[in-house]
């Protein structure tokens, strides 16, 4: 069960040591020339990721941009029914906002990667502050501390994209189920249940499949080997 809600920590919602580690990791490593390679690094995965994530999103908006030129699932002059209609507009809403966010972040680690202290300008960006612009460190490790707030916010595309998908499976499932509505028990297995059902079959499936290869994907916290050997010989 525990590795089975990681999901939500996953890196898509939550925030996770995959999003986490390497920003911690590039803020406090000693040797300034690592500290600019991790940077330079960090900056080079995020802007990939962010070119993917909008290519994805803008599929995703094309898709829901045309749910209205669907073949008719309902009784002829019957529109589909409200939740069904506002999962799809807020899908469309969402991948919009992924494709924004993901541009504008691209756009603003270009920019930054032009300046002559471009690194560290970007380590500047992702260090926690207190409030009177001081860098704040951990009082147990006495390590620089990232911005959870900057971690959440160049996290947001990804977020925006999940949740754009989890309403466009979301309005099929209604889409495919209101069409039954109007049939007596007698005349229920008919056409549209039969789309109904193996629908909910194959994405039932498909979602479990999902869920299945986030619980084998998933990373536990990664301990080195001084610390854990740190920890056993402190028990002798």
């Known amino acids: 069960m525990k590795r089975f809600l990681q999901f939500f920590s996953g890196g898509i919602y939550a925030l996770d040591g995959s999003t986490y580690d390497p920003i911690e990791i590039l803020l406090n490593s000693e040797d300034p020339e690592e500290r600019d390679i991790l940077t330079e690094r960090w900056k080079d995965s995020r802007v990939n990721e962010l070119n993917f994530i909008g290519i994805v999103a803008a599929l995703l908006a094309g898709v829901l941009t045309s749910t209205g030129s669907w073949?008719?699932?309902l009784p002829s002059g019957q529109l589909s029914p409200w939740p069904v209609r506002t999962s799809w507009y807020c899908g469309i809403v969402l991948s919009l906002f992924s494709i924004l966010t993901a541009a504008d972040q691209t756009v603003r680690l270009h920019r930054l990667a032009s300046h002559r202290d471009r690194w560290r300008i970007i380590r500047n960006l992702l260090v926690k502050k207190n409030r009177h612009g001081q860098v704040k460190r951990s009082r147990r490790t006495g390590r620089l501390l990232p911005n959870t707030i900057q971690v959440f916010a160049w996290q947001l595309p990804t977020m925006f994209l999940t949740t754009a998908a989890i309403c466009m499976v979301a309005g099929m499932f209604l889409h495919v189920w209101s069409a039954t509505r109007h049939l007596t028990h007698e005349l229920w297995w008919n056409s549209d249940s039969k789309v109904a059902s193996t629908y909910t079959v194959v994405a039932a499936?498909?979602?479990?499949?999902?869920?299945?290869?986030?619980?084998?994907?998933?990373?536990?916290?990664?301990?080195?080997?001084?610390?854990?050997?740190g920890s056993s010989c402190s028990t002798r």
């Open 71 to 73: 073949p008719p699932i």
């Open 205 to 229: 499936l498909s979602i479990g499949l999902f869920l299945l290869s986030q619980i084998t994907l998933y990373n536990a916290p990664y301990k080195d080997e001084e610390e854990s050997g």
